[in-house]
């Protein structure tokens, strides 16, 4: 059993979504079949891979069902984490049990057995050049708060393994990137540390020239990498 991720799958397969996506160029012609393709080769149904946002560019849940589908074809367990670009994602009570292969993290936590998985979309940190405190500071407030109900829901996991004599590992995930383009510590980073993460993961930056915006490598202590679609080259990153 393995651990893999990829980020931004923007998939519009609903016949009322117009959002090609090879507009962009280079990765992203063709890139559900070529997804589809290395997904296949690599990824078997005992397998989980994590999805951490910008997953379709449908509006409503309705719209984004053709895309989920498509996801739960799949092999693999599929945990998928809201972007900022899912404003289909709608309430746990809606969302859980739509598809068998399918979890949704919001606000807990997924136990895998010998790992677990915690995040949140998150958002802009404060002292990057796009960080705008009369817009932003709320929003990135609260994207604290809920990361802090995941991670909290992580460390249960964790203890309540222990008594068992179980030892798992924690994997964090975002949407945004957990720190500013200077890579300095923000809430986010404070609460993976915190929670004993030892591997974080990201997407959102899209384009060689914008790569480098986002933490890659040991940083604090955490091993974080971009997982964006565009980054990986459409092939899921082997995280376990």
């Known amino acids: ?35 589809r393709e290395k997904w296949l080769a690599e ?14 560019w449908a509006l409503y849940l309705r719209d984004a069902m053709a895309d989920l589908a498509w996801i739960d074809s799949l092999p693999g367990t599929k945990l ?3 972007g900022n670009h899912d404003p289909w994602w709608s309430s746990m009570a809606k969302m859980r049990g739509l598809f068998e292969s399918i979890k949704f993290i919001q606000n807990d936590a997924y136990d895998g057995g010998d790992f677990i998985v915690f995040g949140s979309r998150g958002w802009v940190c404060p002292g990057d050049k796009l960080f705008k405190p009369e817009q932003d500071q709320k929003i990135y407030e609260r994207e604290l708060i809920r990361l802090q109900m995941s991670a909290d829901c992580a460390v249960k996991m964790v203890a309540e393994g222990q008594k068992s004599g179980l ?6 995930a975002m949407h945004y990137p957990p720190t500013n383009e200077k890579k300095q510590p923000s809430g986010f980073t404070d609460i993976f540390a915190k929670a004993g993460c030892r591997r974080v993961v990201y997407g959102h930056l899209h384009g060689e020239y914008v790569w480098p915006n986002g933490p890659e490598g040991w940083m604090y202590g955490i091993n974080y990498t971009n997982v964006a679609l565009d980054r990986l080259g459409c092939r899921p990153l082997r995280l376990l």
């Open 43 to 56: 990824i078997g149904p005992e397998d989980t891979v994590l999805i951490p946002g910008d997953i379709s």
């Open 1 to 35: 059993m393995a651990l893999y991720a990829i980020a931004d799958l923007h998939l519009s397969m609903s016949e009322g979504v117009d959002k090609p996506m090879d507009i962009y160029g280079g990765a992203w012609i063709d890139h559900e079949n070529r997804l």
């Open 80 to 82: 998928l984490l809201r």
């Open 167 to 172: 030892r798992k590992t924690i994997i964090g």
